[in-house]
């Protein structure tokens, strides 16, 4: 299986940047996703690295490092509507299909 | 179009009671997962459905939990004689295939309180 590892809550002001790290162990890699879940909803998808490097879209990016088993959710020009949980997540080894999720970081945007 | 849809929202039950949960999932997605969320914690795996094959049930944390999807489309998790642990958020998402990268669609799950 996988150990994932990101933290648990962070804050930041209304317009700024946040950087949410996860770093995960797994014997075997296809691929790290992020997702964001509102309190109370369902979680939906953000993004998704294969390959190492930054992926960019709109105001989030995902980076990835596959030799040092880390990524990070870069979230700019921080709105309000933002706040939310966001889950790291690996596909278990032996299947594409199953997901290994990381506890989630809350982040709370304050004015 | 319609998204996942899942049923009831909301359940309260009695300890040692059986529960089903229902799980619609968007049309021609022939990926079904079913994972649940206990308070604080990340989503754990339960079991997956991929078209025709048999189901991974490899997340299953007891042989009280079963799961079935009837024509490659509804799906229904049952949790027989339930406890307190079980106590959580059960979420249902489907994708449109299993192999490969794809995104899981996930449903608005149902909050599962064992008294």
Redesign the interface.
């Known amino acids: 299986g996988q150990n ?1 590892d990101q933290p648990t809550e962070m804050t930041a002001t209304e317009g700024a940047i946040v950087q949410i790290n996860c770093t995960y162990q797994t014997s075997g890699f ?2 790290l996703f992020w997702y964001q879940q509102h309190a109370g ?5 953000l993004s ?1 690295n ?1 390959l190492d490097g930054l992926e960019e879209k709109g105001r989030f990016s995902s980076f990835l490092s596959r030799s040092k088993g880390y990524s990070y959710l870069l979230l700019k020009e921080l709105q309000m509507k933002d706040s939310a949980s966001y ?1 790291c ?1 690996v596909p ?1 080894s032996d ?10 970081t809350q982040v709370v945007v304050t004015p | 179009g319609a998204g ?1 849809s899942q049923s009831p929202s909301n359940k309260v039950t009695e300890k040692g009671k059986d529960v089903e949960l229902r799980c619609d999932p968007i049309s021609g997605h022939t ?1 079904l ?1 079913w ?1 649940r969320q206990s308070l ?6 339960l079991i ?1 459905f ?1 078209g025709n094959s048999a189901p ?1 049930k ?2 299953l944390p007891s042989d009280r939990f079963s799961a079935e999807r009837t024509g490659g489309s509804v799906s229904t998790l049952t949790i027989q004689r339930t406890q307190q642990e079980d106590s959580a958020v059960y ?1 249902c998402a489907s ?1 449109p295939k ?12 149902t909050r599962l309180t064992v008294l």
């Not at chain 2, 604080?40 to 795996?45: N, S, W, Y």
């Open positions: 994932i296809n691929g909803e369902a979680p939906t998808f998704y294969v889950l997540a278990l299947s594409w299909g199953k997901l290994q999720f990381g506890a989630g | 996942v990926a997962y994972y604080g914690q990340g989503l754990e795996f997956y991929q991974d490899s997340g979420l994708s299993g192999q490969g990268y794809n995104e899981q669609f996930f449903g608005p799950g």
